[in-house]
């Protein structure tokens, strides 16, 4: 089981976004594409942004995403 959830992730990436706007993020698909992104970025010698002692990349980029780390931006954005 993948902890925190996918919910948990979605409300973290969400939590910015203001009432009536769209969300940044609508589906587990969205998760899985940044964190592997953010997985191959590390693998390829960038920088984790939190403890990365023992832990494999995916799990890295995980818990930057669930830390606010990182940040998914929506489609009008750059």
Do not use: C, F
Request: aromatic share 2%.
């Amino acid at each position: 089981m993948l902890h925190p959830s996918y919910s948990d992730l979605m409300n973290v990436v969400n939590s910015d976004v203001e009432q009536g706007e769209a969300k940044v993020v609508n589906s587990r698909y969205s998760i899985v594409m940044a964190t592997s992104k953010r997985a191959r970025q590390i693998v390829d010698g960038a920088e984790p942004l939190v403890d990365g002692n023992g832990k494999k990349a995916l799990s890295i980029a995980v818990e930057e995403l669930n830390n606010s780390k990182i940040k998914i931006l929506g489609d009008d954005e750059d």
